[in-house]
């Protein structure tokens, strides 16, 4: 009976070992639902220049000059903005952000030109 025990007990430690292993697998490369703060800075100065640069080549090396001034090479910027599109709850929460930082954007600009 103790035999059976001590087989049980060991098939269970590595039941739970294994499902441990998988389990702080699966959540390290998950991604965050919390939106990357300097990809939202990053991508809040693209949306300012957007509306200031009507010209597409102009307005691309402005996104690739933005993208180096966060800390970013143009293609991991676009590569993590396409990795977000897949995960709705994440991009709602980046847009969200990108939204609430545009909002105090104007709302400083708007308080320097009424000085």
Do not use: W
Not at 10 to 37: H, Y
Not at 40 to 48: C, G, L, R
Request: aromatic letters at 8%; proline letters at 2%.
């Amino acid at each position: 009976m103790n035999s059976l025990l001590n087989k049980l007990n060991g098939a269970m430690i590595r039941f739970f070992g294994i499902a441990g292993v998988i389990l702080c697998v699966l959540t390290a490369c998950g991604q965050s639902e919390i939106p990357n703060d300097k990809l939202v800075t990053a991508y809040s100065d693209y949306v300012v220049a957007r509306y200031q640069i009507a010209d597409s080549a102009a307005l691309r090396a402005t996104f690739d000059s933005i993208a180096v001034a966060h800390g970013f090479t143009p293609d991991e910027m676009q590569n993590e903005l396409r990795a977000m599109s897949s995960n709705g709850k994440l991009m709602r929460a980046f847009y969200d952000k990108v939204a609430a930082r545009l909002d105090s954007l104007r709302k400083a600009s708007s308080s320097i030109e009424s000085l």
